[in-house]
């Protein structure tokens, strides 16, 4: 078999595509919702509803469970990569995306003769729920997909 008919046949990898696919999608359409205009860039942007990290890591973790056991190696590694990704989302990031928001309004309020360029990205990390969403997401994506 071709190389390409042999990532298309992996589960494992579909299951996370997919799960990112999905995520982003829904993540466009509910931040148009929400703000009432749509923005092409969240397709590929990072932070909101659902956090597309932890529906593709969980995807992984849970398809690899499913093709290769959960006794697996590769199940225990996605499983590990899983929970330290989801851990990053909630924490580290989110505390990234404080920041950015702090920084950004200070920014704003030193005048200055020229205008400052700088402007922080404040979409960077996730709620405790977005990143539920995102695992719940993942694991019945990689289930359908799966089985």
Not at 24 to 45: C, E, M, N, P
Not at 88 to 113: G, P, Q, Y
């Amino acid at each position: 078999m071709n190389t390409l008919t042999l990532l298309l046949q992996n589960k494992i990898l579909l299951s996370a595509f997919l799960a990112w696919s999905i995520s982003q999608v829904s993540k466009t359409v509910l931040y148009a919702i929400l703000y009432h205009q749509f923005d092409i860039t969240r397709l590929k942007g990072d932070g909101g509803m659902p956090s597309s990290h932890s529906a593709t890591v969980t995807a992984a973790a849970v398809s690899s469970g499913i093709v290769c056991g959960v006794g697996s190696a590769v199940f225990a590694i996605s499983v590990l990569f899983a929970l330290i990704t989801c851990h990053d989302a909630m924490n580290s990031r989110r505390e990234i995306e404080k920041h950015s928001a702090v920084l950004n309004e200070l920014l704003k309020s030193i005048e200055r003769e020229e205008p400052l360029e700088v402007v922080l990205k404040e979409f960077v990390g996730h709620t405790p729920m977005q990143v539920l969403v995102g695992i719940t997401l993942g694991a019945v994506i990689a289930v359908l997909v799966c089985l």
